[in-house]
């Protein structure tokens, strides 16, 4: 199996850089730990340019805000990110590069600000 991975990549152009469509940075088109980047590591916003991952298919091309973390069974964290167009979700795989506050900040986010008063936790 690696060996296929490895002929694969050895034909295949590096991908491009891009600018991200939030924070405006310009962002590397390889991606640590991930085959397709989808979203910028500083700010963590995408774009909704795919159907499936990598494909470039989708026509919406608005930005998808980084909504919440998500955890794997085998312990991988993948970004969920809404479409600010047609409000479609997408799980993302993180990046070896990524914002490790922000991905923090998205983890812990429903324990900060909780949908129901604290009050109501008291015994």
């Known amino acids: 199996m690696r060996s296929e991975h490895r002929s694969h990549r050895r034909g ?17 088109g390889d ?3 991930t085959r397709h980047r989808n979203h910028c590591p500083t700010c963590l916003w995408s774009r909704h340019v ?8 989708a026509n919406c091309g608005s930005s998808m805000e980084p909504l919440a973390i998500s955890v794997r069974g085998d312990g991988e964290w993948l970004l ?21 506050l922000l991905l923090m900040r998205l983890a812990v986010k429903p324990l900060a600000q909780p949908p129901f008063p604290l009050e109501l936790l008291q015994i």
């Open 12 to 28: 295949a152009s590096p991908a491009p850089s891009f600018n991200c469509s939030h924070c405006r940075g310009l962002i590397a």
């Open 31 to 33: 991606a640590p730990g």
């Open 50 to 57: 795919d159907d499936s991952p990598g494909d470039r298919a």
């Open 80 to 100: 969920i990110h809404r479409c600010t167009g047609c409000k479609e979700l997408h799980l993302n795989r993180t990046a070896g590069d990524d914002n490790v």
